[in-house]
């Protein structure tokens, strides 16, 4: 009876202690996100005020700090084994078993009577834009048409997050692995994303786009719109 007593004793102390342990680190991430979304906020604030794209539509601090205000990135569990690091053999076998099932996919969702017939419609629909964007940058309209499919199927799978917070997290995600120069281009990629945001009159909020914060029909990343983006009708200039 004493030993049950006893077993069940030090069962109940593991328990606590296990569990006082999970709170704490919970704890020193809760402490950890807040620093460093704080510092995100400080950090796009000033992007805002010395950028001269970003100038035209400035957020300050305040503005900034509200929109992300109900974001948080939870970081993956630890495992309770570390992997096995895989031979150059192991990793050059996998590599090439994971391609071929990437063809395999591809083919099935991509090479099929379907797909023939939804793109010589959108290329016969839009076949003035396709047209006037092959003569002027001297790509195929067949290989754009491409992109588009492969990317959102024409415009029919464009993402269902939220594309600010998806872009929050990767800068968390990057952040909490120590990948500074990753963190920094997601910075940045919330800074033109709110600013295009205010130019095109949209909420924030409200804006739908991939995992990683791609956007649109042929899910570009925020800062690339700005870069190479050019509006067909003249109404809104992508330029410094």
Known sequence: MRIKFLAAVLSAMALFVFCAASFAVAVDHQKWEAMKKKKLVMDLAEEFSKRPFL???????WEIKALLAD???????????PPRRLTPEEIKERKKVLLEKKKALYRRLFLNDGVYSDGGGYLYIHKKIFSAAEEKYEVPKEIIAGILLVETRFGK???????LESLYKMYMKNAFRGSTGMARSYRIQIAYFLSLCLQKGLSPEDVRGSWAGALGIPQFMPYSYWRYGVDGDGELPFAE
Request: proline letters at 20%; hydrophobic letters at 15%.
């Open 71 to 81: 974001f948080y990135y939870e970081p993956p569990p630890e495992p309770k084994t």
């Open 157 to 163: 799978h464009m993402g269902g997050s939220n594309a």
């Open 55 to 61: 100038k035209e539509n400035p957020l300050n601090y």
